[in-house]
């Protein structure tokens, strides 16, 4: 599974693989892969160095990268505590009923609530650039778009390639014109925050638009025939993210979520605004309904609504209150139906790669 930009970044597999898991990360490059580390819920410098230090040991000096979560127009001066107090008191309001209604216990006297979406903010998002400028990373993906113009030369003048994702050709070329290097086209199906596109029509739209740029598909990529089809779409490799989340790496520290996951079906998901405010993938449980449903409050912008139910989500995973307990992930979810190692998924996807170009061969008349 090679192509031009996988040889670039001298790796075997045009393979790309999102993950908040640092296990999951090393794990993809060392199988052969670009292992990716999500940044987004790092909100303390120290904490990105030690799991980047962890990087540097297991990667056997092969390339991973960084994403972050980074607007592209600095908003300057505004604090955590300023974005909390514009959250109206009846969207608290709403919380904590649908907290009581399930009996959800509060988290333990002392015991922190855990992830808060504030890397989107200006000062942390820099603060974890700083620490990762000190490291050999070879990618930096931006989730929001591309990153503000100083930080993409900040990265060019350290040897590192920029992505930015997009859910239209009108953003991937806004992205072409910022300067980035690769765009990766999230399709519809994908898990987390996605346009209206799905895969198959968005690749070779952006493609066409952004040439000669390098362009990765992602949404309902998961086995190596759906790899084959990104690049006969004129990808130059595919950016996977939910399919390593039922990985024996993974750290999804809740049993029950693991097996939510693994019994889930590709109409289990749905796109919310229940986690962070913008239209997000992710499964389908009594919160997203709460949310989405006539009675709801309705979500509020990103950051509000990821600050809003940060404590309310701690208090869900913490004491894995079934009903309620979920994960963003895309449609591929009903092809997760196995713990496997990170290993082990690449050797189906080699499989499957495999096994697409023998068909198209067949057809073609050249087996």
Known sequence: MQTELSNALGIEHAVFGFTPFPAVAAAITRAGGFGVLGAVRYTAPGELARDLD???????????????????????????????????????????????????????????????ITGWMEQVARSQLDVAFDYPVKLLAN????PPPDVI???????????????SPRHALHHKAAGIDIVVA???EAGGHTGEIATMVLTPEVVAAVDPLPVLAAGGIGTG?????????GAQGVWLGSIWLTTEEAELH???????????????TVRSRALTGKPARQLRTAWTDAWD????????????????VAEANSR???HEVEPLLGTPVGQIVGRMNSERGVQAVFDDLTRGFERAIDRVNRIAGRA
């Open 225 to 233: 025939e759906q790899i084959a089809a990104g690049l006969a779409l």
């Open 54 to 116: 962890w990087m540097q040991e297991h990667t056997g000096g092969l390339p991973y990268g960084l994403d972050v979560v980074m607007p592209a127009k600095k908003v300057a001066g505004v604090t955590e505590a300023d974005v909390e107090a514009m959250i109206p008191p009846g969207h608290r309001r709403f919380v904590d009923g649908i907290l009581a209604k399930y009996d959800v216990p509060p988290l333990a006297p002392g015991e922190a609530s855990g992830w808060r």
């Open 153 to 167: 030369r900040r990265a060019h003048d350290h040897g590192i390639r920029v992505a930015a994702l997009a859910g």
């Open 143 to 146: 989730a929001l778009g591309p």
């Open 316 to 318: 869900i995973q913490r």
């Open 186 to 188: 999230q399709g519809y």
């Open 293 to 308: 449903g006539p009675d709801g409050p309705g979500a509020l912008p990103m950051p509000l609504q990821g600050l809003l």
């Open 254 to 268: 809740s049993r029950r979520l693991t097996a939510k996951l693994l019994a889930a079906g590709p109409g289990d």
